[in-house]
């Protein structure tokens, strides 16, 4: 099964932005949608940005929508989220997975499989 490794993160002040790479070792036939999701030492797990593998459909939790943007290079199995106007509530540690079975749109991390280490993105204000 393919492996996730996130890379991308740092420290930013409020309005900055950064751009979070998410890169597959090898991608597994059965995925068939890719996330992003975080988590804060307060909070659960939240998925952020979803897309299809295949077509443009992409999905995004209403604090991001306008903000973020999920986008991949098939070419070299990797998904990006490019993250502009940040603020202190964004601050997480930021993971990418994949989705074999479920619907992407939900963005239940429940469903999703492949977890990376995950990249720290923190937004001072």
């Known amino acids: 099964q393919g492996h996730l490794v996130e890379s991308g993160g740092g420290s930013v002040q409020a309005g900055g932005s950064l751009r979070l790479s998410c890169s597959a070792s090898l991608y597994t036939a059965s995925w068939s949608c890719m996330g992003w999701f975080r988590q804060s030492p307060e909070k659960e797990r939240e998925g952020v940005a979803t897309?299809?593998?295949?077509?443009?459909?992409?999905y995004y939790a209403d604090s991001v929508k306008g903000r973020f943007t999920i986008s991949q290079d098939n070419a070299k199995n990797t998904v990006y989220l490019q993250m502009n106007n940040l603020k202190p509530e964004d601050t997480a540690m930021y993971y990418c997975?994949?989705?074999?079975?479920?619907?992407?749109?939900?963005?239940?991390?429940?469903?999703?499989?492949?977890w990376g280490q995950g990249t720290q993105v923190t937004v001072s204000s």
């Open positions: 897309r299809h593998i295949v077509g443009p459909a992409t």
């Open positions: 997975a994949a989705l074999s079975s479920g619907i992407c749109s939900q963005m239940d991390p429940r469903h999703f499989t492949g």
